[in-house]
């Protein structure tokens, strides 16, 4: 009986591998390394490198380990480069969804839970979104998200009608960031973390845009949450759909709070010695000054907690990035 964590090669897919396997649970892992590095994986999980776009292979995959429940993780998860290619950003995340689901309900796999994105709600007008705030994507990686979660929600619904319900729950969340292990790092070139990191190497500092914001400092506050706690929530999520348990359909896990840019930059300069002082430079065209999401149903069903300070999210992501 084991699990499977699609994109399991992937910065947040290798965190849930570890924690699953930590907390006792065997972990199975299908990613096509698109993104994802294969050293992530332990040697002793079960790895099929393919897409989840093939469905048959997926399908004869689960069977093979009994699997019994999935959590999916695996996807196009560049927001910025959606727009640019959003029929990119459909194959993998909508059409691939689909195909996982149609391989599940073939081997009669019957639990889900959803690496889903807090970009579902676009720039909302409001400083703390709750799982009940209007959802109004604004780049087709958030829009196929959502897409991700409807096909979820018709599929528990079809399978209710046919008595065979898939138990599912999505999971949303804006900036991932640390590192629980010295030996996963945040690869992208996209995210924010690895952009700074690479920013202070080159010997140039790094630049806040706009210092003029209505919050406590003046800079924007966004959301950052720790990858392994994000981690050990997919991981309760789990062990409580295979107890059997009701679970909402949407959880945020957010830190309630956010963390101001400045924070963030100043803790990175902290952590990789530089003399650099950040530049300051003008607000950037629809940064809204604070978005974060709110974590209290989470808390209460699936012990979400923020665990971790501003610094230790900062030096965990350093300590693990590669040195050029």
Known sequence: ?????????????????????????????????SSGIEAFVPADVPFLHASILDTDAVEAFLREHGVVGV??????????????????NYKANVDGTRSLL??????????????????????????????????????????????GEWLIRDQVIATEMAGAPLAATSLRYFNVVGSGYADIYDASPHNLFPKVFFTIESGRAPQINGTDYPTPDGTCVRDYVHVSDLAAAHVVAAQRLDAGDTLEPIYNLGSGSGTSVR??????????????EPLVGPRRPGDPAKIVADGTLAARDLGWAMRHTVQEMVDSAWAAHPKA
Do not use: Q
């Not at 964590?5 to 892992?29: D, Q, S």
């Not at 391989?103 to 970009?119: H, P, Q």
């Not at 924070?263 to 650099?276: L, N, P, Q, R, S």
């Open 1 to 33: 009986m084991s699990w499977l964590v699609t994109g399991g090669a992937g910065y947040i897919g290798a965190h849930v591998v570890r924690a699953l396997t930590e907390a006792g649970i065997a972990p199975v892992v299908v990613d096509d390394l």
């Open 71 to 88: 959590i999916h993780c695996a996807g196009y998860k560049y927001a910025g480069e959606s727009v640019k290619f959003p029929l990119v």
């Open 102 to 147: 149609e391989a599940m309900e073939r081997a009669d796999v019957r639990r889900l839970v959803f690496s889903s994105s807090a970009g579902v709600y676009g720039n909302s007008g409001v400083e703390f979104v709750t799982e009940t705030t209007p959802t109004v994507p604004e780049s087709p990686y958030g829009e196929s998200k959502l897409i």
């Open 263 to 276: 924070e963030i930059v100043e803790a990175m300069v902290e952590a990789t010695g530089t003399d650099k």
